[in-house]
Each structure stands twice: as C-alpha cells, then as structure tokens.
Nanobody, 122 residues
Framework: QVRLVESGGGLVQPGGSLRLSCTLSGFTLDYYDIGWFRQAPGKEREGVSCISSMSRLYYSDSVKGRFTISRDNDKNTVYLEMSNLKTEDTGVYYC????????????????WGQGTQVTVSS
C-alpha cells in the first residue's frame, strides 16, 4: 500500500523555522518526483515546492529564498526546511507526487494524506 505521511508542523512565531518531513512507504522514492503543497483556510491548495528524481528543484515565488526542499532516498523521506516564516505561510501542508513531474508543477490525481498543520502567529 502506497502511503505518504507528513510530520513536523507546529506553532511558530513570525521569523521562525520549521522542518517538515514526508515519509513514503509502499514504493521506493528513488525514481519519483515529490512535491509539497499547502492549503490555507478558505483558499485553494497551492504548490509550494517540488524535487525531481534527479534533484531538480522548484519553488513558488512566495517561498523562494526561504524554503529548501531536499530528499534522502535511503530514508525514503523528503524534507521541507522553512525559515523566516510569515503569517501567510499558515496552512495545512501536504506532500504528494505531482501529476507527471515537477515541471510544470501541478497536483496529481491521487488522494491526499492528513497533512501537517503549520501555524505562524505571534
């Protein structure tokens, strides 16, 4: 059974940092592109960052320079390091494969996991 489980969210003050993890089971990460998406209250889900199987990187303009995506194929895990967090980064963060690849970065048709809540507030 293919599963992606997100973790690492929490409450942080503006300017703070968090590291999210996406742990995959049921398939080997090595050959797959994986992306991070987020959904803020009352807003549509948006793509935040993506890492290809060859470690090519994509970042949305809203997080470029503040977030860093990485992968550890041995641990079957993708990470999202978030720094200089802003209140507008608040939302539920999900990881999932993109529709075909990171370029262009659009969500696939699979189901979503539970996500991990990130709240940036003073």
């Amino acid at each position: 059974q293919v599963r992606l489980v997100e973790s690492g969210g929490g409450l942080v003050q503006p300017g703070g940092s968090l590291r999210l993890s996406c742990t995959l089971s049921g398939f080997t990460l090595d050959y797959y592109d994986i992306g991070w998406f987020r959904q803020a209250p009352g807003k549509e889900r948006e793509g935040v960052s993506c890492i290809s199987s060859m470690s090519r990187l994509y970042y949305s303009d809203s997080v470029k320079g503040r977030f860093t995506i990485s992968r550890d194929n041995d641990k079957n895990t993708v990470y999202l390091e978030m720094s200089n967090l802003k209140t507008e980064d608040t939302g539920v963060y999900y990881c999932a494969p993109p529709r075909s690849s990171c370029f262009p970065f659009i969500p696939g048709f699979g189901s979503w996991g539970q996500g991990t809540q990130v709240t940036v507030s003073s």
